[in-house]
């Protein structure tokens, strides 16, 4: 018998909503909706699977298990209790718990939190006079509830710790980029997968790599070594494996070149560390080179993620300023790309952006914009990329 399709929520970061529900239906997800931070959509099992290893600009996928009316936190802790969780939990397993809320009654979402964990152990003990242990940091089962003003949802996280972690990473700099958001800015940016792509100061090489993923289509989760679906009870390995083979099996060949530099030796190691364990070395080349002293070879898409804040030696004006005057120099008839939270400042690039879009850097507000860099007729730059 087929398994029915059932409804899921895909997490995500503010700005990169839209590009997330083109991600879910060019996978095949149906009833996709985008709402704020995430987009729901349905699919089934195997769908749960191959979302959670394809998806680049998702934070988590949850399945929601359970949606109530609770109006008072006894009425909340009750309503959890009366959940049959043998279904998805055995006493001899672990578990964790995790609540956001938007209400005028549940206004901590630690404490709705501890009521989730409060619950699950009450009904485990009055049927089984004992109860699964919690493990914040390695559970076997992770339990999200959200409440918006009196509903309550109480979701199944299948991915386990988030997304962004792919599981390439053994080194960064201070400050590096969200793998999520690194992803989410090359897909927003429009970058056609076949000019050579360029990070002038790449840092842990967190852009680069994910560049690499994304143009060879390589699912962007086949490093991690653990996901939250793995240790449920209903796990199927055999279609996991599947999935993930099929999933492997659409990769595709790049011709172009994806080649990064900054002007830290220590950042130039940590990206070739990093780039190894991607299994990316032969894809992407990283040089220890000064950004304000390099010069890029015509019809290069570049996209940056510049040093800010305490990172910056030189001035803010003065920094932004020596941008701009590199970008025109040595960055002819190139589209650049570059995000900072530095908004007022980006003004002293000097360049007039053909594109501003706001996303947000962790708790930072911040502007991604396109620069089209071109000499002799703007005509003659159009449609390179």
Known sequence: ??????????????????????????????????????VSFKG??????????????????????????AHNEKELLEKITKIDWSKFLDVNMTFSTSATTNSEVFTHSKYASLLVKDGIADFFRNKYDKRPNVDPKNADLTVDLHIAKHTCTLSLDSSGYSLHK?????????????????????LLSGWNQVS???????????ILIEAALI????????????????????????LFELIRDSSLNKEKEYKGK???????????????????????????KVKNEDFF?????????????????ERIELGMNEFYEKVGNSLKNNYQDC??????????????????PNKKIKVMNGKLECSFRKFEVYQGSKKASKNKY
Request: charged letters at 25%; hydrophobic letters at 40%.
């Open 215 to 238: 143009a060879n289509n390589i699912p962007v989760n086949i490093f991690r070594e653990k996901f939250g679906f793995d240790s449920w009870k209903d796990y199927d390995e055999e």
């Open 335 to 352: 589209d650049v790309w570059l995000i900072s939270s530095d908004i007022e400042n980006l003004k002293m690039i000097g360049l007039k």
């Open 44 to 69: 089934d099992t195997g769908f749960m699977y191959k979302a959670n290893l394809n998806l680049r600009t998702c934070l988590r996928i949850l399945k929601p298990i359970a949606t109530f009316q």
């Open 1 to 38: 018998m087929k398994e029915e399709n059932f409804y899921m929520l895909a997490k995500t970061m503010y700005g990169l909503e839209e590009i997330l529900a083109d991600e879910l239906r060019t996978l095949g997800a149906q009833n996709v909706k985008i709402q704020n931070r995430a």
């Open 293 to 309: 002293e390099t010069k890029i070879s015509p019809n290069t898409f570049v996209l940056f993620n510049p040093p800010y804040g």
């Open 166 to 186: 792919r599981g390439y990473k053994s080194n960064t700099v201070v400050a590096p980029m969200n793998e999520v958001l690194a992803a989410g800015l090359i």
């Open 258 to 284: 994806i080649t990064g530099g900054d002007n830290f030796q220590k950042a130039v190691r940590m990206t070739r560390e990093n780039i190894e364990n991607a299994l990316m070395f032969e894809n992407i």
């Open 196 to 206: 050579d792509f360029h990070d002038p100061m790449c840092g842990s090489g967190t």
